[in-house]
Each structure stands twice: as structure tokens, then as C-alpha cells.
């Protein structure tokens, strides 16, 4: 190993502890080791949210009765969005489409052992991705299609709460 491998080797080891100092050690786990990453090819619910700070965040279902099979999610965000889209979707698999509505920006910053303020918001789009994927089959369903989806550019859009932080 020469020394600019060491130098780069031993840098990527100081900003991770640090990250783990910052953000907690269950966050930086999830966001090095994403869970239930990237795209389904056919979901029965899909939604797309761009919050406030200019993260998009997707979310796609699959849904077998009224239970969450399983759920994907991609986002272009920060380590903290990796981590609570990683959280969500691991929260929602074998839920039935009410428990999952129950995933609030709460429940996914108390399984991650919180996030510093200025990062919540990451919990809160997550939480809203997968509220907004759920709604949307559910109204498609309602009309008689198999599946739903529902996007939206960005957090005017979303729930009152995000409406809040983007300053609506």
C-alpha cells in the first residue's frame, strides 16, 4: 500500500467515526448498508417526493392482499435520507397497508436513536414517501385498478408537515 492509499484509507476511517459521533452509530450502519435499495419493475404503489432541502426520495410496493410484501426505495439524498428511506422500507415489509401507515417521522427516528435536528427532515420525507405510495393504491384500488401511483414533485405537495418546513 503506498502512501496515498494509506492517506485516503485513514481519512475515510476518521470521517466515518466522526459521522458516527454525530449521527449515532445505527444511522451511519444504514447508511453505509442500505437496505431494500433501488427500483421494483412493478409495483403496485409507487411515490416520489422532493423535500424542502432538495432530496427526492421514491418508494416502491409491492402488495399481496392488503399486506406490504415488499418495499424498495432510491433516493439522490444525503446519508441521513439513505438511512430513513433504508429504515422505512425495512419497517413496512410484512405490515399490513394500515399498520404502515402508522410509520410516522417519529417511529423512524426513534429506530434509528435520532438524527440532529437540522437531519429530521430526512425522517419526515421517508415517512411521507411511504404514507403518499400507500394512498395512492389505495385510491386506485378504490377505482378499480391494480395499482397506484402517486407522484409528486416536490414537499408543496406532501403532508401539512412538510408544507411547514418548506415554508408554505
Same mark, same amino acid.
Given at each position: 500500500m #503506498? #502512501?496515498? #492509499? +494509506?492517506?485516503? +484509507?485513514? &481519512?475515510?476511517?476518521?470521517?466515518? @467515526?466522526?459521522? +458516527?459521533? =454525530? =449521527? !449515532?452509530?445505527r444511522v451511519v450502519e444504514f447508511w453505509l448498508n442500505p437496505r431494500n435499495m433501488g427500483s421494483l419493475d412493478h409495483p403496485q404503489a409507487y411515490a416520489r417526493i422532493t423535500g424542502p432541502c432538495g432530496d427526492t426520495m421514491e418508494i416502491f410496493?409491492?402488495? @399481496?392482499? #392488503? +399486506?406490504?410484501t415488499k418495499a424498495t426505495f432510491t433516493t439522490d439524498g444525503c446519508g *441521513?435520507? %439513505?438511512?430513513? !428511506?433504508?429504515?422505512?422500507?425495512? %419497517?413496512?415489509?410484512?405490515k399490513t397497508l394500515e399498520e404502515a401507515q402508522a410509520i410516522t417521522q417519529d417511529v423512524i427516528l426513534e429506530e434509528l436513536g435520532g &438524527? *440532529?435536528?437540522?437531519? @429530521?427532515?430526512? /425522517? %419526515? &420525507? /421517508?415517512s411521507d414517501t411511504l404514507a403518499s405510495a400507500i394512498t395512492g393504491f389505495l385510491s386506485a384500488k378504490s377505482q378499480g385498478k391494480s395499482t397506484g401511483h402517486a407522484l409528486e414533485d416536490d414537499a408543496s405537495e406532501a403532508t401539512p408537515a412538510l408544507e411547514k418546513l418548506n415554508g408554505s
Open positions: #503506498d #502512501d496515498f #492509499d +494509506r492517506f485516503a +484509507r485513514d &481519512l475515510q476511517e476518521t470521517i466515518i @467515526k466522526q459521522a +458516527r459521533e =454525530y =449521527y !449515532g452509530e410496493l409491492e402488495i @399481496k392482499g #392488503d +399486506r406490504i *441521513p435520507s %439513505l438511512a430513513c !428511506g433504508s429504515m422505512v422500507t425495512q %419497517l413496512a415489509v410484512g &438524527l *440532529p435536528d437540522e437531519s @429530521k427532515h430526512c /425522517a %419526515l &420525507l /421517508a
